[in-house]
Nanobody
């Protein structure tokens, strides 16, 4: 499975961005897709995840009500719509694909087998 993330950029606080992550290869094996982010000097943290076929979206508390994760299974693509962006959202955002993710570990980076290259999101104040 290969993942290609895109859509990052520079935006002012309060603005919006939409990230995309296109999967290719053995996409039928994907069970979950997740977005994580890593700010300078910080550990990679969970942002959102979607169960690829079973349905269900999951978010970290700090983005609930502002970010929305969706998927287009026909295009093997997952999106992260980010609204009301804050400077603290600044980070490199990574998409990830899980092959056998147990729901209780959907927020754990090590539960994902494949990772995209990351896309930088910078929110200015």
């Amino acid at each position: 499975v290969q993942l290609q993330a895109s859509g990052g950029g520079l935006v002012q606080a309060g603005g919006s961005l939409r990230l995309s992550c296109a999967a290719s290869g053995r996409t039928l094996s994907i069970r979950d897709m997740g977005w994580f982010r890593q700010a300078p000097g910080k550990e990679r943290e969970f942002v959102a995840a979607i169960r690829w076929r079973a349905g269900g979206q999951y978010y970290t508390d700090s983005v609930k009500g502002r970010f929305t994760i969706t998927s287009d299974n026909a295009k093997s693509t997952v999106y992260l719509q980010m609204n009301s962006l804050k400077p603290e959202d600044t980070a490199v955002y990574y998409c990830a694909a899980g092959l056998s993710t147990i729901l209780s570990t959907i927020r754990v980076p090590t539960s994902y087998s494949y990772w995209g290259q990351g896309t930088l999101v910078t929110v200015s104040s």
